[in-house]
């Protein structure tokens, strides 16, 4: 029986975009740990501030991140800003007494804000300063004994949750794993410098499924009583959209710079097993999330989306401007496969709830540092190997 939480869970955010609003939406619907919203950080915009204030209770809207970290109330700080920001707010946060939510990537190579160092700076450099960062953290990890909580929905979303029960409970030898995250590109035009994301679509879209890879063959471990590392890292990646002429270029929404638009990475462990992600900014069909686990004793496939639980076909779109139906597809005419439920079967809701329970219960998270480090080692591995055509090999 889990212990009586006496007082609510003080919360401090820092950032007001997508990430903030999925966090808000999980602690105003937060079952079971009680939850005090306070003070919410607008970087250069306290309109915005103000607006994700009103929207889920916050206490306090500022501009000053440094209003959280001096707090003493405030026992939990949510990082939800850009990744050049996590690793040095954490460590703030963490040297204050907080215990720390970030979201993904945990970190970047961003360079010094420089156009095209995707093109320019060898990707064996990126990979030496995204460690020595991440050391950095580890080491203030240690040091002050604060939980570090990694919010990668994919752990959590509802199909691999599943998929991981099944696991421990069959001890089941996973064989070979395979993910897909395409879409037609993004909405935002930062996406196609590497300054601003710290690589393409591996950073964007295809780290999801690599850390849900990850994260089960750690759960498999656990439950056969193994140790199993990542011994090498390989990949090919590139730009497909040079392929595209003018006029069809018109559905697909990639218009990369210095980065890459498609990825192939392939992750050998230490028991000779492997995982395969595939990552593309130029798949029509809308955004597509799936996950496939092939174990000695069975077969999971895992539908993020989509995942059929509700098909429509409309003939026009009447009344439908402010349903959201699904992600990346222009029109709501025809069939569809409608997102239902989507922050729940995402993860969204579920990582937020383990979470706040980990800091309660002072149990461990899901996804924590040990995960966050290990991806983020993985993707820019896979950046080395495909600059340099060669196989990265780990050290144990």
Known sequence: ??????????????????????????????????????TVCGGSN????????????YEIATLDYMDIINDPEIDVVDITVNQDLHIPLAIKAMRAGKDVICEKPLTGYLGDGSDNIGNTVRKSLMYDAVLAQM?????VIKETGRKFMYAENTVYATPIQKAAEIIR????????????NTLIGSSS???????????????????????????????????????????????DMGVQTTAINNEKHRYVNAYPVDVEDMALVSVTFSDNTKCVAMC??????????ILNIYGSDGTLFCNLNPCNILNTYFMDEEGLENVYISEMLPQKTGWN?????????????????DFLESVAYDTEPDSNFDLAYMVM???????????????IEFRA
């Open 337 to 353: 496969e409608v997102f239902v439920s989507d922050e729940v079967i995402r993860g969204y809701t579920g990582e937020l709830k």
């Open 46 to 57: 306290l309109a915005k501030a103000e607006k994700i204030k009103e929207k889920f209770g």
């Open 135 to 139: 050391d950095e953290l580890k080491r």
């Open 377 to 391: 080692k993985v993707i820019y591995a896979a950046y080395q190997s495909a600059e340099e055509g060669r196989k």
């Open 169 to 180: 409970a069959k001890k089941t030898k996973i064989m070979l794993m395979t993910s897909e």
């Open 1 to 38: 029986m889990k212990k009586k939480i006496d007082k609510p869970l003080v919360i401090g955010i820092v950032g007001t975009g997508y990430g903030s609003e999925l966090h808000g939406n999980g602690y105003i619907n937060m079952v079971g740990v009680p939850v005090r919203l306070k």
């Open 189 to 235: 035009d930062k996406a196609g410098h590497w300054k601003n994301i710290g690589g393409g679509t591996l950073m964007r879209n295809g780290i999801h499924g690599l850390t849900g890879m990850l994260w089960l063959k750690r759960v498999e471990a656990k439950s056969r009583g193994e140790n199993i590392t990542i011994t090498n890292v390989t990949a």
């Open 280 to 289: 593309s900014d130029a798949v029509l069909g809308g955004s597509r999330n």
